[in-house]
């Protein structure tokens, strides 16, 4: 008899997975100040870290399009966590033991940046393979993890510090190593399957020559952007906005824009298959260009912290929805198809937020000036599903 394969340890192993990707991207910015005032780190040095970590991520997306498939999706996904788990306890006590201790925390980051890019990759196309109903709101839900793993991770080191004290960091970090070690067994032992067979994929040259594919491209890029500028820069804008102290800033800021783009994620996994996903995507990217002018150009600081904290909610379902759009433009895109999303998706989280910074520095240092730039994102991304509407559309009219 046939045993029947349990896809819900799956889910939760990828529900996990994103959790552990949390960790990785929130909680080394929060040390950023310790490790200046601990090993005497300039703050040029330390704006290193997060440059050093995305671009691992943007490397590996590019890797994977090659050796994902050939290697297999256990072997990969389990390596993730192991290299997140590792990069964790590394930078737990490298600074320490290395005559460098900036070196000892770059190895860290490296290390667990290859494994959060490993998670990019992998997670999204492991869920799509499995025999799941209703794959749009899945997936939507699937995101959602990562938001809800951001606000852990703020707030539990935010409470963590406040009772122990900053200074047992270094405990506090192997405890959130603890997330993807435990996970490492959930996928040794959780039911995984091919999203497509080798024969049967796109390939690499049939991807680049699919005009659809560039699309969604543009669309990942608008996606990452519309999300990581505000993201990133939420804290910033909301200690200057309203003149709070950091961990007001990092509470008021981060912790509500993550918690409304988590829910924005939840909703639509709810009501997913009442709803067209692209029409709503089309209506999440104008209210997304509105919370940017609303932040960037309201002069009470009350509107502006509004626009910031809603506009989690209109990004929420931009990068997982873009994913399954793709999903279902390019049925045969396969992992290539997966890894270059991410590509193109951290390659607009790396670019925009720069970008915001370096427009603010011009300006004298006003930040709202970065953020109307930004708005452009949402613009564009409004635009590639108006012409996506558009192409559907003529594809189904007869003859």
Not at 282 to 300: I, N
Request: hydrophobic letters at 50%; aromatic letters at 10%.
């Amino acid at each position: 008899m046939t045993t029947q394969k349990n896809y819900k340890k799956t889910l939760i192993a990828c529900y996990l997975g994103f959790v552990t990707q949390a960790i990785s991207a929130n909680f080394a910015p929060l040390l950023f100040l310790t490790f200046k005032g601990t090993y005497g780190i300039t703050l040029e040095k330390i704006a290193m870290i997060p440059m050093v970590f995305y671009l691992t991520q943007l490397i590996v997306d590019l890797a994977a399009t090659k050796f994902a498939d050939k290697i297999g999706y256990r072997a990969c996904v389990v390596a993730s966590q192991v290299l997140s788990a590792v990069g964790l306890v590394v930078m737990a006590f490298s600074p320490d033991l290395m005559t460098n201790p900036f070196a000892g925390i770059l190895i860290s980051v490296v290390l667990y940046a290859i494994g959060s890019g490993l998670i990019e990759v992998l997670v999204s196309p492991i869920v799509e393979a499995c025999p799941f109903e209703n794959k749009d709101g899945v997936m939507s839900l699937l995101h959602s993890f990562y938001c809800w793993g951001a606000m852990g991770v703020i707030l539990g080191s935010t409470l963590f510090f406040a009772v122990f004290g900053v200074e047992n960091w270094r405990i506090l970090t192997i405890i959130w190593a603890l997330v993807p070690l435990y996970n490492t067994f959930n996928f040794i032992r959780c039911p995984i399957e091919r999203l497509i067979e080798d024969d049967r994929s796109m390939g690499i040259p049939g991807l680049l020559k699919t005009p659809i594919f560039w699309l969604m491209i543009i669309l990942m890029v608008c996606s990452g952007a519309s999300e990581a500028t505000m993201a990133q820069w939420a804290s910033a804008f909301t200690e200057s906005a309203l003149g709070v102290s950091k961990t007001v800033g990092d509470l008021a800021g981060p912790c509500l824009f993550a918690m409304f783009m988590g829910i924005s994620r939840m909703l639509y996994g709810k009501f997913s298959e009442r709803l067209d996903l692209a029409q709503v995507m089309l209506l999440c990217g104008v209210m997304c260009a509105g919370c940017y002018l609303l932040a960037s150009l309201s002069s009470l600081p009350i509107l502006g912290l509004a626009g910031c904290a809603l506009c989690g909610l209109s990004v929420g379902i931009m990068w997982p929805g873009s994913i399954s759009i793709s999903s279902q433009s390019c049925p045969r895109g396969g992992t290539a198809m997966f890894a270059f999303l991410a590509l193109a998706g951290d390659l607009g989280a790396t670019v925009s937020p720069a970008m915001v910074g370096s427009i603010s520095e011009m300006a004298g240092g006003n930040l709202k000036s970065g953020l109307l730039v930004a708005v452009i994102f949402p613009i564009i991304l409004v635009t590639g599903l108006i012409i996506l509407n558009k192409t559907r559309k003529a594809d189904k009219k007869p003859g």
